[in-house]
């Protein structure tokens, strides 16, 4: 139990395209999801908190009209990078709260973006 | 964003040497996660914690939750050399948030 899968597993794009992500939760419902970005050999570090049918809370630092974020039922949530430059090259991970159970939080494979 | 302090940074042991690690902060925390992230793939939970003093375990794994509520330890015993990675620690405040906070990270190389 408790599968989330992410999709692409990894895209290569132009600059100045857009760029989306899907993140679902397979077995269960996630009323809350969460989209990190990590970059080589570091941390995760949050940008957004996704909430079904509300809008997503962004950390300090990120702009939300460059990441758009849709979470749109309780096991969908989509992140787009839009008009992507070369440092939005990074490693782009989900995750869901599972809270019917422990409120824990289950992470998706990641998708690798790359920018050229 | 905050992190927490995680150590140490990394470590290289035998195989079959037993490991451990902690993270610590500066803020009370209700809730502590141990995961393990593989390169290239997302991080898989390993253990959950939830009350102070809390010593659970998962295989080889153990983990407590600090009676102080300001930190967490992981140990791993007889390593093995699947248990290379990066092991980070993640903490929830007590505040009602949901987010979770992570730690730098520890790097575990197993020698054969």
């Known amino acids: 139990g408790a599968v989330v899968s992410q999709h692409p597993s990894w895209v290569i794009c132009k600059s100045g395209t857009s760029v989306k992500i899907e993140c679902r939760s397979l077995d269960f419902q996630a009323t809350t999801m969460f989209w990190y970005r990590q970059f080589p050999k570091q941390s995760l570090m949050l940008m957004a908190t996704?909430?079904?049918?509300?809008?997503?809370?962004?950390e300090q630092g990120v702009e939300k009209d460059k990441f758009l974020i849709n979470h749109a039922s309780l096991t969908l949530s989509t992140l787009t990078v839009t008009s992507a430059h070369p440092e939005d090259s990074s490693f782009y991970i989900c995750?869901?709260?599972?809270?019917?159970?422990?409120?824990?939080?289950?992470f998706g494979p990641g998708t690798r973006l790359t920018v050229l | 964003g905050q992190q927490l302090n995680q150590s140490p940074q990394s470590m290289f042991i035998q195989e079959g040497e037993d490991v451990s690690m902690n993270c610590t902060s500066s803020?009370?925390?209700?809730?502590w996660l141990w995961y393990k992230q593989d390169p290239g793939e997302g991080p898989v939970l390993l253990i959950a914690?939830?009350?102070?003093?809390e010593l659970t375990s998962n295989g080889r794994l153990t983990a407590q939750f600090g009676t102080t509520r300001k930190d967490s330890f992981l140990n791993i015993s007889a390593s093995i050399p699947s248990d290379v990675g990066i092991y980070f620690c993640?903490?929830?405040?007590?505040?009602?948030?949901?987010?979770?906070?992570f730690g730098t990270g520890t790097r575990l190389k197993v020698l054969a």
């Open positions: 993640a903490g929830r405040r007590t505040s009602g948030t949901y987010k979770y906070i």
């Open positions: 914690l939830y009350k102070a003093g």
């Open positions: 803020s009370i925390f209700n809730t």
């Open positions: 995750s869901a709260r599972d809270g019917a159970s422990t409120d824990t939080q289950y």
């Open positions: 996704s909430n079904e049918g509300s809008k997503a809370t962004y």
